[in-house]
């Protein structure tokens, strides 16, 4: 986006959230002279500070008065309507993201600013005989110079807020809770996961496990249930899947396999009979509808994914869900290998953060594990870094003695464990209960069954008022 549309974005926030997000600590931190002076957005924003200082809520109505004289000069009600109603129109649905675009105009005023002042020097130095003799003092004007930068760019800003903001924010969220408004879970149509609540907004998750034991398959049947969610409930939002180990067309065979029940060999084969080749059809119109969407760039680094990620939640938003397949493949650099995936983990907890989604890393296990009489992982032995683990909200292991038999993988299998179960480890749940959870595994479909569900369920899609069911 461009600066001004995100001056835009902030303009819009506290214009229509105004009661709810309390923007006077907003007010305070970023400077209206961060604006860009030559549109109407630094004239907007000083007269919500003033209807902000004086206990007003800086809606339509008072900032039409506030403005006064103004109004007129940066594009009248109708410009303040049309700000009203950018967020909708770029896609996003509430104030998430609201941080980083303060950010994002408080960085480009500062820029601004100091372009400002090298300009200003700039042409002092054009002729550097002249400013030679009339520079008596050096360290003066050094310290002037020093002065002009740092009154724009170089003041010291402090994101310390008073606990109460948080405190107030808690009891925002206590009371939405108490009445069913939110729930601290996205919705994807498994039982047995959900009342772990994975996944869940805001976090950083890892899929872990041994080489073709269904990880991926697992994150993508979580983003596919997560999609559906929002499509049958009519909801604004998006997923992604930034796919690094197989091409897109692989990955739409995969969902619609598992969506329809088909063993993908007969299907490359030509061996299914016309009614399952209708079915299939039938099922890749529907997933083309589904608010999916994709990245197999082999060559994705994880400072090109934060960009992507953040533009997606602005232009398709809001981004609810993002799947790395898998996290060790991404393109960054680093002096060792530990710290680049450690830099890769990093980068995608602030994608969470900031979009407010939840990011699921798809991560193999290191080679120490295969030597295991169980083969069970744990949440440091991930390969290259135990960095993966420790940044994770929620870390799972994909444990399945069905796939280890069909790979001819030797292994002792732990007591209270099934032989034709596939497992999901919840060896990490910031917030929430850890644990063990069996699944039900089918290899010519590779496809999970939450074994809560009935026999012939995939998914149980929840409507909005969660009263009612749909089967899958």
Sequence with gaps: MLVSE????VLSVILRFSADVVPKAIAVELDDDKFDSKGP?????RAMQDVIFDGGTPNVPNMCRALG????????????QSLLGWLPAIGVADTSGFETWVRVVDSAGRLRQLGQVVDKYGRLYEDFDRLVEQVEDVDAFTANLLQEINKGIGSIQSSYKPISCAVEEERRRVEQERQGKVVDIIPMGWPNLERYFIPRPSTFGVI??????????????VMLGAAMHLYENNLPGCVAINELEMTSQ????????????VDSTNLALGRLDALTYKKYYEMLDYIEQLPISYDDNPNLTSTKLSWEAMAMHLSSGPRIMGVSDYVELFMDEGDSEELRVSNVVRNQRRISWETGSCEIAISQY???????SNKMGGMFRTRYSGAIGQAADWFLEIYNPVQMVKSNISFALPDGYEADRAYCLIAKNKDHAVGREPFEWVPEYTRFRDVSLGMNEIYRIRKLDYGNSEDF
């Design 208 to 221: 872990a496990g041994i080489s073709a034991m269904g990880k991926t398959q697992f994150a993508l049947q």
């Design 250 to 261: 692989r990955l739409t065979r995969r969902l619609a396999c598992c969506m329809v029940g």
């Design 69 to 80: 004289s103004n109004l007129e000069s940066v594009g009248g009600r109708e410009y303040l």
């Design 41 to 45: 957005h630094a004239v907007i924003y």
């Design 6 to 9: 995100y001056e835009k974005c």
């Design 366 to 372: 290191n080679n120490s594990v295969m030597a295991t």
